[in-house]
């Protein structure tokens, strides 16, 4: 079946399992990074993000920088809001507090407001805090990998472009993009970051975000120069871009200057070293998921996250995210039970050929493991991957000597 | 030979050609990025890494982050520069003028030193530059990857310490790291920022870096916080690694405590979501280098060097570096003759089977082409890519018209 060698599988909440034709795109042979036969391999991965996106407004701006997730809160904190900005970022676990650091490293005043671990902000409080004040931002982490808890974009955007119609929403999608659905233009969102090695299936090592036009004019609108160097929009501007192009090309002209026209048409502003091998990997993967229509394979996260969360339940088990609504379907986190201790679970589960992920929130961390299931996972039931991650926790637990009441 | 499919070879100042164990590593199936195994596979990376850079002092740094090398201008400009510091920057092309958009971005007053197109500022003025301010940094590029200028390093870094001790010497290595000697300890150097995909031979998507224990003693004695999020020394501080490796635990426990009294005896203080993928071909390309006495890895490109260089001379074409002794061994930056022109020649040389680099320098751009010949073009001579890169030059300029004069 695969072609990759007997392995445990990696159910952890990112990085996830690779298919075998994406794991092959990664060895791809040594290209120009600016030769035509790249530059329309990465013109088409960015194509192809706007459709995951659900974007088809010619204003918004797809980005594929190399690094790692935490690279988009940069993106987001040194591009969009200036020193002195008033940011609010709703928390549901660990990861906003590292967004507001961010924003704090830049300069922004931020605003946080938490739920109690394992629910979310309710839209009434955040309605009333935005009354209080006046916003630049707004961030929301789609699903917290450290909770698992899922946050509503829909209402939310519709609360904010009632209330305070200036703020930009920015979405946290790291642990959403590819697992959730994510109607860009319809949720009039202004900025979505992910990163490749979840959902979307593609080896670490790309920070993808997409923005609005309007996150865009923000942009151009700035008082003072980003405080980032690698992170700033600044370096990807078509003019710089078309310079670095025309200079140093190194393939067939008339190519290089239809990729060219296509840059003008598409409005592509990235501009790095990018990695050939990691973007081939994200063009394969994307090639994939766009295979079916993408309202199949969010159902299929729904699916399979509903029989996971069964099969907890069955076993009597809670979940950080009491309540349903606020689940995600990329990943469940689940509390131990009393006398079974992850340092001895984890290993005997690997034993058996699953790998899960400890927690992540400090304040519980010891209580609690975390099970994704997201990609290739899901979408290949050949795999026996779910099936396999529900024996392999029911035996496990049962070695721990846990039997339910 | 190569399991690689047939393509022209790419000989460009970076991304090179790249071994096929090293792009057979890239698609390692998925592995946990805080498991054991690939924990292991990283100290092991990094202590080679202590290895190529020649350093044995304990307090030295290894850091490997997801990026590109423009990263590492970042790395060291939100690190160990604060608003207001002073910064030398010695100019030998393109890269120096980034370098120092990067210091002015987070706020260092800098100074450039300007040498005329294809050679580098004296030791004389670089003297008087020392003496007239007090500078916290002093920044030079080895191989400038625009004009091919080589630094010397060692009498640099021998006149720094007799002038300006307290100066912090960075390396931008970008384009040296792996084909030009560096001896780290011996020259007392305080910062080489380097990029995986050029002599280390790795796929683009890693900035490298080594920092002297002063330089992170500096770090540490910041009066003001790090201008950079993603960037920032302090995300990497062993008590958070600690702290999230005991977390996130997905492995067998006790390799899990090995694993970190590795990490107490050689204080790698790296932390970010890593790709395990690229971390393994660094791993391969860095076991490949080491196999050799660095000596004749360095010998062997100094020797191809001088082969491309003379059928250069052979053919009446001068070089940007018109000093022998400023002509980096990795690249060759040759002005075209008159009456052809890039983007004819280097098309032509494309359908010969070798990619050639245009000009970056913004002045001269048009004028000349670049050639790069580092890594495994050099070391595996049965690939016979130097001797076509040499015929395919001569072809491709008979057929463009030109006879030596």
Redesign the interface.
Known sequence: MSS??S?ST?L?PG????DDAV??S????????V?PAFVSTFSEALSMLRKLFQTTDPASQPLV???????G??LV??NLAEPGDEVLVLHTGYFADSFA??FE??GSKVTQLKAPIGSRPQLPEIEKALKEKKYKLLTVTHVDTSTGVLSELKALSELVHRISPETLIIVDGVCSVGSEEIDFDGWKLDGVLT?S?KAIGC???LSISMYSGRAIETFKARKT????????FK?WLPSKLM??YL???????LTIEIVMQNYEAKKPSYF???????IHALHTALTQILSKPLSERFAAHREISQKIKKAVTDLDLKQLASNPADQANGMTAIYLPEGVK???L??NL?KKGV??????H?EI??KYIRVGHMGVSVMDPKRGDIDRAIKSLEAGLSEAGYTKA
């Open positions: 990759q060698p392995h990696l952890i990085p996830i399992e690779f794991l092959q990664m060895s791809h042979y040594s290209e120009s990074h030769g920088v190399s690094g790692s997730g935490t690279l809160w940069d904190a040194a650091d961010c490293t830049y990163a090695q080896p670490a090592g120069p980003p405080g980032s160097y690698f992170a700033s370096n310079f670095l200079q140093e090309i190194s393939g067939d002209v790095a070293t990018p990695s050939p091998q990691l992850a340092p001895e984890l290993p690997f790998i899960f992920a400890g927690g992540l400090k961390a010891p």
